[in-house]
C-alpha cells in the first residue's frame, strides 16, 4: 500500500529488508528518493568514428522516447534492439557511440546505462549470465551479501530493480556486447517491457530482438577512418592519407572495408611516420599473408576470425573451408550442395547457420545466392587445408561439371542452330537467360583460373572448362560481354593449343576473333580469323574455313576494306552452299549484301539481301531473319524506296523483340528513324532515336551510341528544335573523341563523320555558326588525312564536308555584311 510520502511498500512474509530491495517468493523494490548506482561502466567512444552517421540516427530513433500525439498511439517502441555482424565490423563502437548520445538526450535515461561485455566468443574469458547478473545488481547499488547465487534468483532480482527504476522515473539503458548465444543472453534481458536493450552479437540471436545488421565500410568511409586513425594518433602534421590518396584507397579496398583491419593499419602506419603508404598497400598485397599482417599487439584480424570459426558445426565448417573452391564472388544455394556433396534442403540449412554466423551473407535481392567477405574469404582458404588433396579436387569437379552441364543447357534455349531441342533443365528461354546472368561472374572466374594444361590435368578440368567456354559463346554474343567472351576465350584458347586439340583451337580462334571485333580490335581480329580459316582449309574442313572466312569478312567490312570483304563473303557463302548448309549461306549472303550497301551500291545489294531473307524464313532463323530485314531496308533506302524501307525495319523490330535481341533492335530503331527522317516524319524518327540511344548505353556501346546520338541531332534538327540538335551533337562528337583516344585508327573516320553532322545542325539552324566552322573544317583535316583521294567512299564524305564548310562560310559572310549595314543604319540588301 501506499506510505504517506508516497514511497511504494508491500509486506512480504519470508522477506529480508535492505536497504531499497525487498527480496522474498515474491519480490517488490522499493527505492529510496535518492540512489546513485555506479552504472559508469559504458566505454569511451572512440574519437576515430565515421561512415556509420545513418545506423546511428536509425538506432537512436528506435531508442526515443514516444508519446501519443492528438490520442493516435505512435509504432511500437522496440525494448531490445540487437547489432549483429561479422567480427571485427565495429559493433561494439556503434553501440557505445549510440549509448553515449542517447544518455544526453533529456529524459531518455536519466537512469544512466549498465555496460557488460560478455566475451561471448572467448572461452578463457566467456561471462557467465550468473557473473555479469552479479555485477549488474552490484552496479545498481545491491550489497554484494543480499545477491541470490542462484540464476533465477539473480535475474528476478535484476529485472525486479530494473522496473522499479522505471516506475520512479528513472529508466536504463541496458548494453549487452559481444553475446554468443541466446542462452547467455537472455537471462540479462528486462521484461518490463520499457527498459531499453542494446546488444551485439556475431550470430543472429533467437531473442525476440529488433534486428539490426551492421555491414562493412564503403571505400570513401574506409578512407577517413584510416585518416582518423593517423590524426589522432600522430596529430595535425600527419597528412600522409591526402599525400597519397591512391595508396590510401588501396589500403581501404585490401582491408575490404572491415574496421578492425583498417584500424590495425592506421596502427601499423602510426608506429613509423616516415613509413609510406604504398609501403603497407604493398605488403598488404599478397593474398597468402594478408591476414598475418593485419596485427599488432593483441589486436589480428585472424584471431578475431578464429572465435566466430570455433563456434561451427562440423558440418558448417566444412562448407565454410569449402567455399573458396568457387572462383566467383558469390555461390548459389545449388552450387553449394554440388561442393559439399549434400542435397539443396541441407546446403541451405548449413549457409544459413554460417549466415547467422556473418561469415557469409545473402548476395543481392535474390534468395538463395551467398557471399563471404575477402578477408574472410581468405581467412577459409586457409582452413581449406584442413580438406584432403582428393577431396578438394572432387568438391572443385564437382561444382565445376554443374557449371558446365547447367551453361550447355541454358545454351540450347539461346541458339537456333544448336542441332536438338533445347534443354528441359530450364523451362523457357528466360530462365535459361536469368540463370546465365546470376551466374555470370562465377562462370568467367571458373573457366579463367584453369590457366594450364598441368593445372586443368591435376584437377580434371581442362575439357570441362573448355566446354564451359563454348557454351558461353552464344550469350556472351547477344548480350554483349564481349570482354568477358574475349577473357574465357582466351584461356580456352590457351588450354586447346597445348592439349593439341587443333579442331577445337580453331573454333576458339573464331570465337576470339568475332569478340574482339566487337571490342573493334580489328588487326588482332583479322589474324585470328585469317590463321583459323588455314588451319580449317589445311585440315579439309570446309565447312569451319567459310564460318572462319565470314567473320573475317565482317571485320574487313568494319575496317572498310570493302573489296577484301566481298571476296571472303562470296567465297564462304559458295563453300556453304557446297555443303549444303542453308543457314551459313543465308549468314554468308547476308553480311556479303550488307558490305555492297556500305559502298553504295543498292543495286548489287537487294537480290542478295532478298536471297538471304528467302533462306533464312525457310530455315526458320528468326534473328537472322530480323537482321537480314535491317540490311535489306536500309538498301531500299539507298534508292529512295522510304516507305517500304520503314515497313522492313518494323517487321525486322518486332522479330528483335521476339527473340530478346535488344541491341539488334536499337540497330534497327536507330535505321527506321533514318528512314523516317527521309519522309520528314520527324517526331517519329525522333522516338526512335531516342529508344535506341537508350538500348546503347544501357549496353555500353560508346560507338554505337554516338552514331544514334547522331541521327538524333539530325532528327531534331528536322523538327526545328535546333538548340537541342547542337547539345545532343556536341555529345556525339565528345564521345567519338573518347573512341579515337583508345582506338585512333579505327575511330577517327567516325569523328570525321560525327563533326560534319554537328556542323551541318548547327548551320541548319544558324546556330553558333563559328563553332560550326571550326567542326567543318577539323572534318575536312581528318578526311584530307586519311587519304579521301584513295577511297570512293572517304571521297564522298569529303566533298560533303567541303559542301557544308562553304555553306557556313556564305552565312558567316552575309552576317558580317548585315552587320556593317545595320551600323551604317541603312536597310540590308536581300537581292543576293
Not at 572 to 585: E, T
Not at 592 to 601: C, F, I
Not at 817 to 826: V, Y
Amino acid at each position: 500500500m501506499a506510505g504517506e510520502d508516497g514511497d511504494v511498500s508491500n509486506a512480504i512474509s519470508g522477506g529480508v529488508f535492505f536497504q531499497q530491495v525487498i527480496q522474498g517468493r515474491d519480490i517488490t523494490v522499493v527505492l529510496p528518493p535518492t540512489v546513485v548506482p555506479a552504472i559508469s561502466g559504458l566505454p569511451s567512444p572512440s574519437p576515430t568514428f565515421t561512415g556509420r552517421d545513418a545506423h546511428v540516427e536509425e538506432l537512436l530513433h528506435e531508442l526515443a522516447l514516444r508519446e501519443e500525439q492528438q490520442g493516435v498511439p505512435m509504432a511500437p517502441q522496440p525494448s531490445r534492439i540487437m547489432v549483429a555482424g561479422l567480427a571485427g565490423v565495429g559493433k561494439t563502437e556503434l553501440v557505445v557511440q549510440v549509448a553515449a548520445r542517447a544518455l544526453h538526450k533529456p529524459d531518455w535515461f536519466p537512469g544512466g546505462v549498465l555496460f557488460v561485455d560478455l566475451f561471448g566468443y572467448d572461452a578463457e574469458r566467456r561471462l557467465s549470465p550468473e557473473r555479469a547478473l552479479d555485477g549488474f545488481l552490484r552496479a545498481l547499488g545491491i550489497p554484494s551479501e543480499h545477491i541470490p547465487s542462484g540464476l533465477q534468483e539473480r535475474q528476478r532480482l535484476y529485472r525486479s530493480v530494473l522496473a522499479a527504476f522505471v516506475e520512479q522515473g528513472r529508466r536504463i539503458l541496458v548494453v549487452i556486447d559481444n553475446a554468443s548465444s541466446a542462452v547467455q543472453a537472455a537471462p540479462l534481458l528486462p521484461t518490463d517491457g520499457k527498459t531499453a536493450v542494446l546488444i551485439t552479437s556475431r550470430h543472429t540471436l533467437d531473442i525476440d530482438a529488433r534486428l539490426h545488421d551492421l555491414n562493412v565500410l564503403d571505400t570513401d568511409a574506409s578512407i577517413a577512418l584510416l585518416h582518423q586513425a593517423l590524426l589522432q594518433a600522430r596529430g595535425p602534421t600527419e597528412t600522409r592519407v591526402q599525400d597519397a590518396p591512391e595508396a590510401a584507397a588501396a589500403i581501404a579496398n585490401l582491408c575490404a572495408g572491415l574496421p578492425l583491419a583498417l584500424r590495425i593499419a592506421a596502427a601499423l602506419l602510426a608506429d613509423t611516420p616516415t613509413r609510406p603508404l604504398t609501403s603497407l598497400a604493398q605488403a598488404l598485397q599478397t593474398e597468402h599473408s594478408r591476414l598475418d599482417r593485419l596485427r599488432r599487439e593483441d589486436r589480428a584480424v585472424r584471431a578475431a576470425f578464429d572465435l566466430s570459426h570455433q563456434h561451427l558445426s562440423d558440418a558448417s565448417a566444412r562448407l565454410f573451408r569449402l567455399y573458396p573452391l568457387n572462383a566467383g564472388p558469390d555461390l548459389s544455394t545449388e552450387s553449394a550442395a554440388a561442393l559439399a556433396n549434400v542435397d539443396d534442403f541441407t546446403a541451405e540449412e548449413i549457409l544459413q547457420d554460417l549466415n547467422r554466423a556473418h561469415l557469409i551473407e545473402t548476395s543481392g535481392s535474390t534468395w538463395g545466392r551467398w557471399r563471404m567477405h575477402d578477408l574472410v574469404r581468405l581467412y577459409a582458404t586457409d582452413h581449406l587445408q584442413q580438406e584432403s588433396r582428393e577431396e578438394q579436387v572432387s568438391a572443385r569437379s564437382r561444382l565445376l561439371e554443374r557449371y558446365r552441364t547447367l551453361a550447355a543447357a541454358a545454351s540450347s534455349h539461346l541458339a537456333p542452330d544448336s542441332g536438338g531441342p533445347p534443354s528441359p533443365l530450364f523451362a523457357d528461354r528466360e530462365k535459361a537467360l536469368e540463370w546465365l546472368e546470376n551466374e555470370r561472374a562465377n562462370l568467367v572466374a571458373t573457366v579463367t583460373t584453369v590457366t594450364t594444361v598441368t593445372t586443368a590435368n591435376e584437377t580434371g578440368t581442362a575439357a570441362t572448362a573448355a566446354s564451359l567456354a563454348f557454351s558461353l559463346a552464344g550469350f556472351f554474343e547477344q548480350r554483349r560481354y564481349f570482354a568477358d567472351w574475349t577473357t574465357v576465350t582466351a584461356t580456352a584458347l590457351a588450354i586447346l593449343q597445348q592439349a593439341g586439340d587443333h579442331q577445337r583451337t580453331g573454333r576458339a580462334m573464331v570465337n576470339l576473333g568475332i569478340a574482339q571485333r566487337e571490342l573493334r580490335q580489328f588487326d588482332a581480329a583479322v589474324v585470328l580469323l585469317q590463321t583459323a580459316a588455314d588451319a580449317f582449309a589445311e585440315a579439309g574442313d570446309r565447312r569451319a574455313r567459310a564460318m572462319a572466312l565470314d567473320a573475317l569478312g565482317v571485320v574487313r567490312r568494319e575496317m572498310q576494306q570493302y573489296g577484301e570483304s566481298i571476296d571472303t563473303h562470296t567465297e564462304a557463302a559458295a563453300i556453304f552452299q557446297d555443303v549444303q548448309d542453308l543457314r551459313g549461306q543465308a549468314r554468308a549472303l547476308n553480311n556479303l549484301g550488307s558490305t555492297w550497301g556500305e559502298m553504295h551500291q543498292p543495286g548489287e545489294a537487294i537480290p542478295i539481301l532478298r536471297q538471304a531473307l528467302s533462306i533464312m524464313r525457310a530455315t526458320g532463323d528468326h534473328r537472322r531473319e530480323a537482321v537480314a530485314l535491317g540490311n535489306l531496308g536500309a538498301a531500299l533506302r539507298k534508292t529512295g524506296q522510304f516507305e517500304q524501307a520503314i515497313a522492313l525495319y518494323g517487321e525486322a523490330i518486332t522479330r528483335l523483340r521476339d527473340t530478346h535481341d535488344r541491341h539488334g533492335e536499337a540497330l534497327a530503331l536507330n535505321n527506321r528513324g533514318t528512314a523516317l527522317q527521309h519522309v520528314q516524319r520527324f517526331s517519329e524518327a525522333i522516338k526512335d532515336h531516342h529508344q535506341a540511344a537508350d538500348i546503347f548505353q544501357k549496353a555500353q556501346d560508346p560507338h554505337r551510341l554516338a552514331k544514334a546520338l547522331g541521327s538524333l541531332a539530325s532528327a531534331c534538327s528536322g523538327d526545328e528544335q535546333h538548340s537541342a540538335a547542337a547539345e545532343i551533337s556536341a555529345q556525339a562528337v565528345e564521345i567519338q573523341r573518347q573512341l579515337v583516344q583508345t582506338n585512333s585508327a579505327v575511330n577517327t573516320p567516325e569523328l570525321a563523320h560525327t563533326l560534319c553532322l554537328a556542323a551541318w545542325v548547327r548551320r541548319n539552324g544558324q546556330h553558333d555558326l563559328a563553332t560550326s566552322l571550326t567542326m567543318a573544317e577539323e572534318s575536312v583535316a581528318i578526311y584530307r588525312g586519311l587519304g579521301a583521294a584513295t577511297s570512293p567512299v572517304l571521297k564522298d564524305h569529303l566533298r560533303m564536308a567541303l559542301g557544308i564548310q562553304a555553306d557556313i562560310l556564305g552565312l558567316l559572310g552575309r552576317h558580317q555584311q548585315d552587320e556593317a549595314i545595320r551600323r551604317k543604319n541603312l536597310p540590308p540588301d536581300r537581292s543576293a
